[in-house]
């Protein structure tokens, strides 16, 4: 039984390696071309293991493609106290209106679901995407399902195929990384080689 779920599963990761749309994921390159440009800020949001998956992105955009890189969840006392003043829907909003996000910087989402206003899902994503709008500020996502809120709105969304409605939540947040990393090092991104690379090329 084990054996056979991970054939599987490995096999739904090889499926969405061939399906996943590339044309997004040139548009997203080409808008965080222009913030590296204009010297602009990436601002990366997600919740739960998308958290975890902002926090080292953020290290990634900054050390790999020298773009100066936040995420709101990499600050527990300001999260926490933001949550406690004024509610965990309003938090990342919030936090990009003390940022003063403009037009020469990115908000990046990573979830599952990319919030629903609707079914009241993800709502600190919905809110926070609606105020970097207003603020004009271009907005990135990978996002698996139909990408919700941030697919509506975004200027540029990556859509992780569904291939098994038992994984979704693996594979999104798996590709999140994927997706994310194969953007930091490509050619027009990279200004820095990642550690290793450097070393093997010194051989």
Known sequence: MSSSYLEQYLAEVAKIAKTIDRSPIEKVIAILQGVQKKKGRLFMLGVGGSAANASHAVNDFRKIAHIESYAPTDNVAELTARVNDD?????????????????????????????????????????????????????????????????????????????????????????????????????????????????????
């Open 87 to 203: 509610g965990w829907d309003s938090v990342f909003a919030r936090w990009l209106e003390r940022n003063h996000v403009g037009t020469r910087d990115a908000v990046m989402v990573f979830s599952v679901g990319g919030g629903n206003m609707e079914k009241k899902v993800s709502m600190n994503i919905v809110h926070a995407l609606d105020f970097a709008k207003k603020r004009k500020a271009k907005i990135v996502g990978i996002v698996s399902r139909d990408g919700g809120h941030t697919a509506k709105v975004a200027n540029a969304c990556i859509l992780v195929p569904v291939v098994n409605p038992d994984n979704v939540t693996a594979h999104a947040e798996s590709w999140q990384v994927v997706v994310w990393h194969a953007i930091v090092f490509h050619p027009k991104l990279k200004k820095a080689e990642g550690k290793w690379e450097s070393v093997e090329k010194t051989k």
